[in-house]
């Protein structure tokens, strides 16, 4: 009995292709111009390098696997050839990640020259050790979006160098020493760190510190909770009053 066909079924399936990569071959014509003598081959297609065997997409991987992925040079390297087929050596990896950063520099500039703008900005710092020596990894945040900041030192001189000389925005930060010389509107301590410091405090043998931070805890309470309050929309900025001082001199 023939079989009668009565609807179908469709499914999706994620395949890699047989050949991750092509190798393609550009033939292009030399002109000349008769009346200057100046001469010069087409343009290569856009994700081309003149004298480079590279294309910008591998380029693109190759900086992902490293700044993304955080994989070793002799990684990216093995990935690259093991994977995709391509010989690679540690030269040609090396400027396939110098065309990576150059390419998003002008983006890059312009989201650094963006939040040195008023507003509100987060910032940090941690230690990155490059070839054995020291280095620092600053970051500002912003809700629109993030700038990382490769320094060689913790000083305050990255901090402007980050920000800007002239500041006029809000900084929100640890309690790092480097932060107090920068120029800003107002300036925001890191809740947590504070709160350990006040966790630290309140078992400290000395009684005054005990004190001290049973007076501060409340304020930090009453701070994150109005601030979930207001995010949640039970709060209204411009109706909320303080109830009084919550820290007190006798």
Avoid at 28 to 48: F, I, N, S
Avoid at 158 to 175: A, I
């Amino acid at each position: 009995m023939e079989r009668q066909l009565q609807g179908t079924k469709r499914q999706q399936v994620a395949e890699l292709v047989p050949d991750l990569v092509e190798v393609w071959e550009y033939e292009r014509p030399l002109y000349r111009c008769p009346a200057c003598r100046w001469q010069g081959y087409q343009d290569l297609p856009l994700g081309c390098r003149e004298g480079f065997s590279y294309g910008g997409r591998l380029s693109s991987v190759v900086g992902w696997l490293g700044y993304g992925g955080t994989l070793s040079w002799s990684k990216q390297r093995y990935v690259v050839e093991s994977i995709f087929g391509i010989p690679m050596s540690q030269g040609s990896l090396a400027k396939l990640h110098q065309w990576f950063c150059e390419a998003l520099q002008p983006a890059y500039e312009q989201w650094w020259s963006w939040i040195q703008q008023p507003g509100v900005r987060c910032v940090d710092e941690t230690s990155y050790r490059l070839n054995g020596v020291n280095h620092w990894i600053w970051i500002a945040t912003a809700p629109e979006c993030c700038v990382l900041f490769f320094a060689p030192t913790r000083s305050s001189a990255e901090v402007k160098t980050l920000l800007g000389e002239d500041f006029s925005g809000v900084l929100s930060s640890d309690c790092w020493s480097a932060y107090g010389p920068q120029s800003a509107v107002a300036k925001q301590k890191c809740w947590a760190h504070l709160e350990g410091e006040l966790k630290a405090l309140a078992t400290s043998r000395f009684s005054e510190n005990r004190e001290f931070a049973h007076r501060v805890f409340p304020i930090i309470h009453t701070a994150r909770q109005a601030h979930r309050d207001y995010h949640q929309g039970r709060l209204v900025g411009l109706n909320f009053k303080p109830s009084g001082p919550l820290l007190k001199q006798n």
